[in-house]
């Protein structure tokens, strides 16, 4: 596999799983202009999860669909951060302004490559992502002092710095005011994947080859 396939697939399996786990707040949000911020988050999330694979398809001549939903959960390249099941709010958000935090330093790297395709990709992205960045550092400022919210931050920081490759994590640091330590990596992937993976493929295995 090229590398352009397998960084394709990292940042695609990453929307993709976060834009479900964001998902998971409809309904239940603290207030409903938050059920329907998260909402609009995950399907902008999912979105850019098809584009990307709409492009490593061509790479590794399958479809978008197949590397979204016929690979087992092994096979996904997705940061640890994004696999964790619905947390209290206080730790969504942390992962939510960690998260946006280093898309936003991976995407302006991709939108300097040479590989035009990739760049203006990543160009559309990022301008898509502007409102995911607002609301993160809204809720961020809202919350920094608290408790529960600091704690958070402190427990999934070594998640984070594995959302970016090891060049890409000393500016992280410093853009979030934090010293990096041992990041939990790429590679390993907890139960909790697996359930999501089950529920999230569970239509496209109930009738194998069926054309949706």
Request: proline share 3%.
């Given at each position: 596999?090229?590398?352009?396939?397998?960084?394709?697939?990292?940042?695609?399996?990453?929307?993709?799983?976060?834009?479900?786990?964001?998902?998971?707040?409809?309904?239940?949000?603290?207030?409903?202009?938050e059920d329907v911020a998260f909402s609009s988050i995950a399907q902008n999330e999912i979105g850019h999860a098809r584009a990307l694979y709409e492009l490593a398809s061509r790479d590794l001549g399958t479809t978008a669909d197949a590397l979204a939903f016929d690979r087992s959960p092994e096979e996904?390249?997705?940061?640890?951060?994004?696999?964790?099941?619905?947390?209290?709010?206080?730790?969504?958000?942390?992962?939510h302004w960690l998260y946006?935090?280093?898309d936003?330093?991976?995407?302006?790297?991709?939108?300097?490559?040479?590989?035009?395709?990739?760049?203006?990709?990543?160009?559309?992205?990022?301008?898509?992502?502007?409102?995911?960045?607002?609301?993160?550092?809204?809720?961020?400022?809202?919350?920094?002092?608290?408790?529960?919210?600091?704690?958070?931050?402190?427990?999934?920081?070594?998640?984070a710095l594995g959302v970016l490759a090891p060049e890409q994590r000393p500016a992280f640091a410093d853009r979030v005011g934090r010293e990096q330590v041992d990041a939990v990596e790429r590679g390993e992937h907890s139960d909790e994947l697996r359930e999501l993976w089950n529920e999230m493929t569970m239509v496209r295995r109930s009738i194998p080859g069926a054309t949706w």
């Open positions: 596999m090229s590398r352009r396939a397998e960084q394709l697939l990292e940042i695609a399996d990453d929307e993709l799983i976060l834009g479900w786990r964001d998902s998971e707040w409809t309904g239940i949000a603290p207030t409903l202009e996904y390249r997705s940061a640890p951060l994004v696999e964790l099941r619905r947390l209290d709010w206080a730790r969504t958000i942390a992962r946006e935090t280093a936003e330093l991976r995407l302006s790297e991709l939108k300097s490559s040479d590989d035009a395709e990739l760049a203006g990709l990543a160009a559309k992205m990022d301008r898509e992502e502007v409102y995911h960045r607002m609301h993160a550092q809204m809720w961020a400022d809202r919350l920094r002092g608290d408790e529960r919210f600091e704690a958070a931050l402190d427990e999934l920081w070594p998640y």
